[in-house]
Structures are given as C-alpha cells and as structure tokens.
C-alpha cells in the first residue's frame, strides 16, 4: 500500500483474498500510514495483521527485494503518483519499489491502482512507461452500471475487478449481465 487516497480498496482486497486462502506479502509506505490515519481511523491495524508477512518499507534487503523469492505478483494499491513515477522510472528508493521493479523484470504480474485527478502529463507519462514495461494501470474509477447503493458497493467493485485483472475467482462482483442488471433496477423502482 502507498499513500493514494482510498486505502479502503487495500484493505478490502486484504479481507477477500486472505478469505479466499491466499497468503500475502505486505508492505505498507509512510504516505499509506498517513493515509490509513486520515482515511480510515483507528481500526485498520486488525485487517493489515490478516496479511502473513509484513515488511518495513525501508527494509530494502527483505525477501521480496529479490527474483528468487517466490510470488505470483504484485498489486499497489493504492499507488500514488510519486510511487508510479519511482517505478515508471526504475528509480528503487524503498522495498515498494524495488519488489515492483522485480515484477517487471521477473515477467511477474503487477497491477497499479493509481487514484488522482486531474492527471498531469508527468502522471500521463509515468502510466504509460510502466504499462510498456509490463505493469497494469488500474485507476481507481469505479463503474456505476452496477447501480452500486453504498461506499461498500464502490469499494468491492474495484476489488473484483482487481481480481479478475490477476485471475483470482471470487464472488465480490457478478459478471456483468444486462437483464439481470435491468431486473435489479425495475425491483428496486417498484418497491
Ligand atoms: C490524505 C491524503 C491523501 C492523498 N491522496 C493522494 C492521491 O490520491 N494520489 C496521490 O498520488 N497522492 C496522494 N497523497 C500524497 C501522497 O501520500 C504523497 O505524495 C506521498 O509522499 C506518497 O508517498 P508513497 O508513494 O511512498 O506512499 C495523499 C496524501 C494524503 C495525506
């Protein structure tokens, strides 16, 4: 996790896949305290401590800091603009970075969800130059024809849609169907 705001999709995703039986490697950014702090509050430290290793992102010689440690790959999020640009550029200042940099170099999956608006051209850039170089882009932007109803429903949106992007099954979203979609409406119209 790094400090763009919505430290809620991370924690969401914590809960599901360490639900699901998956095993997770977690680093969490001074920018990301800060913005759990802000965010969230007081009771996020119960769903990080579900995560089976959590490493000091100044600890640049951690397992995760090299190819050999085995993972399936990497999600940021949320990623913010200075932790993309540290990536898009190779630029490794802590072990977010350097394990993101050996996704790529490792052929791994790394997904980025990066949460700001507007973007600059310098965000614009840094997006691009890491989806060369192999990493997913996957601004926080929730889709609304799922007529969400709560801040729950945006959050797990984006989740699922995570999930599917690194091939996780998982019941957060339906695969999207029109006419049920449609049925939804009609019900929730007639009540
Ligand atoms: C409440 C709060 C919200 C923030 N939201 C964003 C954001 O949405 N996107 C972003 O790129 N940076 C955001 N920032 C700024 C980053 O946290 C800041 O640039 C930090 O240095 C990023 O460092 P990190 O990537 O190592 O966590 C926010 C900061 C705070 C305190």
Redesign the pocket.
Known sequence: M?????AQYGLRLIEVLTSLGHEIDLVV????E??LE??VGDNYQQILDLTAVQYDVRDIGAAIASGTHPNDGMIIV?C????LAAIAHGFSQ?L?HRAADVMLKEGRKLVLV???TPLNRIHLKNMLAAQEAGATIMPASPGYYYHPKTVDDLINFMVGKILNVIGINHDVIKAWNPDTAMDEITKSSTK
Do not use: C, F, Y
């Not at 790094?2 to 919505?6: L, V």
């Not at 950014?29 to 990301?32: E, F, N, P, Q, V």
């Open positions: 790094s400090g763009g705001s919505g950014s001074a920018g990301a800060r913005v802000l965010e949320p913010s603009m200075k932790t802590n977010i990066n949460r700001e």
